[in-house]
Structures are given as structure tokens and as C-alpha cells.
């Protein structure tokens, strides 16, 4: 079974509607993270959780909000979707880079957000 | 912000070298990456180098790191047509523990 796993794997959607993203791991990790990829524009951070309590905005937030459940979930959701959101969405989590620690992150297989 | 540049492209013939290249601007990096992104996947950690070294080899992968530069290279010896993917320079900051991704670089190996 995969570290971290992302449902669904593929969501085709209407403009307006809400649709949440899931994620769970099974690294004990109390990062996690939701990027976006985009063709050309790499990976771009939407949210990031650093334990339970603490949310924070990464670098293109606007439109989306997040819900961390437990140690193990992290959600993204579109509150009411639009056409530029079509994208892969990538769930990660990591450890602190701590003593011999280098921060890896381990990536979900990733959800393909289509908007219409 | 943190700003990390790549070439999105890179041609190669199978048995030749690939050579993917990375500039950053904070010379605060703790770690700096290197990650694959096959077909159809998410992302997968090939290598990284802490940003004290210089060098690091690892079977046909080298990493070289020019700090004095900012500058990241990634050589690839030997390339296979398996080796054909997205490749994804990365660094993490010392102080914010966040990571900054570069754009990346679309390496495909010709027969």
C-alpha cells in the first residue's frame, strides 16, 4: 500500500461545484502539504499543515480551503470550482530536517482536477 | 520570495550524458534536491545534497553544487530511455523549513 494516498485519482467537475480532495498517510509524519502543478509552472504550494493545530497558507490559497482531521488526513477543498483550477493535485507530507533528517517529501500519486 | 529556476526542456540520445541544471537565490538552503516525476505519478526523491558539500555521486547520478554561484547540476551517465521523466530541483530553507520547487525539466531520451 502506498505512504500517501490521494482520493479520487481523477474528478471531472462543473463550474461551481464543491469538491474536496482527501489525503492520508501512514508515515507518521505532522507535515503535510497540497501543492498544485500546472504545465511549465512546476509546483505550487496551496496550503501546509505542520501538525494538527496549525494551518497555513502557501503561495496560491485564494480559492481553496483545507481541513487537518487527524495526524494522518489532510483535505483540500474547492468551495465553488472554476475552470482554472484544472490542474494535478499533489498531496505530501514530511519530517521535520532535523540531526540526520533531510526533510524529504513523499508525494501522493496525485488527483486530476478537471473543471468544465 | 524564494525563487528557483530550471530549462523545461532537454533532448539527450540514449548512451549519451544528461545534464539538468538548477539556479536558486537564498544561499540559506539546508538541502537541496533532486526529484522524478515518471508519467502518470507523483514525485519521487532521486537525490539531494546538503548545501555543504560540493559533490555527490550515487551510481550513474552526480550532483554538483556551486554555492559561491547558486548554481545545482544534476549529470545523469549513461542515459536509458527509462530515465525519460520530469526532473525537479528543490531546495529547503534552514529557517522555514519550506520547501521551494523549481519548474522543471522535461528530459526525453532519444532510441
Known amino acids: 500500500d502506498a505512504d500517501v494516498t490521494q482520493t479520487p485519482r481523477n474528478r471531472i467537475t462543473k463550474t461551481g461545484k464543491r469538491i474536496m480532495l482527501e489525503c492520508s498517510q501512514t508515515?507518521?509524519?505532522?507535515?503535510m502539504y497540497w501543492y498544485r502543478q500546472d504545465p511549465g509552472l512546476g509546483l505550487r504550494l496551496i496550503y501546509y499543515?505542520?501538525?494538527?493545530?496549525?494551518?497555513n497558507k502557501g503561495e496560491i490559497s485564494d480559492g481553496y480551503s483545507v481541513s487537518r482531521q487527524a495526524q494522518a488526513k489532510f483535505s483540500l477543498s474547492l468551495e465553488s470550482a472554476i475552470p482554472n483550477q484544472t490542474a494535478l493535485y499533489f498531496c505530501?507530507?514530511?519530517?521535520?530536517?532535523?540531526?540526520?533528517?533531510?526533510?524529504?517529501?513523499?508525494f501522493g500519486e496525485g488527483s486530476r482536477l478537471t473543471v468544465l | 520570495g524564494e525563487d528557483v529556476e530550471q530549462s523545461l526542456f532537454l533532448s539527450v540520445r540514449e548512451g549519451d550524458s544528461s545534464v539538468i541544471n538548477c539556479t536558486y537565490t537564498?544561499?540559506?538552503?539546508?538541502?537541496l534536491y533532486w526529484y522524478k516525476q515518471e508519467p502518470g505519478a507523483g514525485l519521487q526523491l532521486l537525490t539531494y545534497?546538503?548545501?555543504?558539500?560540493d559533490m555527490k555521486q550515487d551510481q550513474r547520478l552526480t550532483v554538483l553544487l556551486n554555492k559561491k554561484d547558486k548554481h545545482l547540476s544534476l549529470r545523469i551517465a549513461d542515459t536509458q530511455t527509462g530515465d525519460s521523466a520530469i526532473y525537479f530541483c528543490?531546495?529547503?530553507?534552514?529557517?522555514?523549513?519550506?520547501?521551494?520547487f523549481g519548474s522543471g525539466t522535461k528530459l526525453n531520451v532519444k532510441p
Open positions: 528543490a531546495e529547503i530553507l534552514y529557517n522555514f523549513n519550506k520547501f521551494y
Open positions: 499543515s505542520f501538525d494538527v493545530k496549525d494551518i
Open positions: 537564498d544561499s540559506s538552503s539546508t538541502y
Open positions: 508515515k507518521g509524519h505532522d507535515r
Open positions: 545534497i546538503f548545501s555543504n558539500m
Open positions: 505530501a507530507t514530511s519530517d521535520r530536517v532535523v540531526g540526520t533528517n533531510t526533510g524529504e517529501l513523499f
